[in-house]
């Protein structure tokens, strides 16, 4: 049994490819979480606030040299590009976890033709040679084609626990809860998914927490229209929240601007009324969807209450 290192690719301001309402960085974090949570104690994660590709990072890793470094990605093409598959440094063999791992993402995300590929004109697979650590990098499927995206976002759990069969690690433990729920507004009932807690990380920026699941406001994808959520793992700069306070004649108000996405906020879909509710990002409507006001409760949480209809922004 091996001991898994993950590596989340892109980050650090970087979403990496971006399609159907998904940005990559977001959901190979997604997925190093889950391969975290099913793995335990032989899954380490690299730090997800990092891109190891643009700092350099394995070059300064410190871990043990029998740790097997799988770097997740999702590839970018055109639409009926499908299929994942496992890159190595060219000129190496594959070993057995390479060939494993192939087979699997072979199986659950067909369309390659090469499951295993060599390439050298890649920094990281030069970069852990040079020190000696055993790494590939994997596509888990084309972001850019529906099918792979929702084979990748429904079967989460299952390319989990492939991966990490792949390494013959264990995948005992239960799913106790769910990482995420949608971020949506409520009617003002005192229910605890609509109390806040807004947590300042520097001036103006911050950090937007739920009572109930203790999950963050999210960002997902970083791009006008996606859906905004609230998340269990950390997402690094798509959880920041700008407080971007202004006035209307005699009425304060606040705009929620997303931090990894500068000119996108927090807005309201059919200003909380009809069959839709969920949160979105888009770029300042000068309308009332995306106009809210901060409220403190006695309990030191806050309700942020959509100034038009009256609603609060849930994790529900």
């Known amino acids: 049994m091996a001991h898994l290192f993950i590596i989340a690719g892109h980050g650090a301001g970087d979403p990496g490819a971006c399609a159907n309402g998904f940005s990559e960085a977001e959901r190979v974090r997604a997925l190093a979480s889950r391969i975290k949570a099913l793995g335990g104690n032989q899954v380490t994660l690299g730090d997800f606030n990092r891109d190891y590709y643009a700092d350099n990072g394995i070059s300064s890793l410190d871990i043990p040299v029998d ?11 055109a639409e009926e590009a499908k299929g994942g598959h496992v890159i190595i440094k060219a000129g190496f ?8 791992l192939a087979s699997f993402i072979g199986g659950i995300l067909p369309g390659r033709s090469n499951l295993i590929v060599g390439r050298d004109n890649l920094a990281n697979p030069d970069r852990a040679a040079v020190r000696g650590y055993s790494y590939r990098l994997v596509e888990v499927g084309f972001i850019t084609n529906e099918s792979d995206l929702a084979i990748f976002n429904n079967q989460m759990d299952d390319i989990a ?14 799913v106790e809860k769910p990482d995420k729920v949608n971020a949506s507004l409520q009617a003002n009932n ?3 998914c609509t109390r806040l807690s807004i947590k300042a990380v520097k001036d103006g920026i911050c950090k937007v927490i739920d009572k109930e699941h203790g999950f963050m406001l999210t960002a997902a994808a970083g791009q006008a229209n996606a859906n905004v959520d609230f998340r269990e793992f950390d997402c690094g700069d798509y959880q920041l929240w700008k407080l971007v306070k202004k006035r209307y004649k005699n009425a304060d108000y606040t705009m929620l601007e997303s931090v990894a996405a500068p000119g996108l906020y927090l807005s309201v ?3 909380g009324s009809g069959g839709k509710n969920n949160l979105k990002l888009y770029t300042d409507l000068h309308n ?8 403190e409760e006695t309990d030191g949480r806050s309700l942020i209450i959509h100034s038009f209809s009256g609603k609060c ?4």
Do not use: C
Not at 288 to 295: A, D, G, H, N, W
């Open 161 to 174: 626990r492939g991966i990490l069969a792949a390494f013959e690690i264990k995948t005992d433990k239960p």
């Open 288 to 295: 009332m969807k995306q106009k809210f006001y901060i409220r």
């Open 93 to 100: 063999d594959p070993d057995q976890y390479d060939n494993a």
């Open 269 to 271: 879909e059919n200003n």
């Open 67 to 77: 740790w097997q470094i799988t770097e997740l990605h999702m590839d970018s093409a």
């Open 190 to 192: 005192g229910a605890d």
């Open 313 to 316: 922004v849930a994790a529900k």
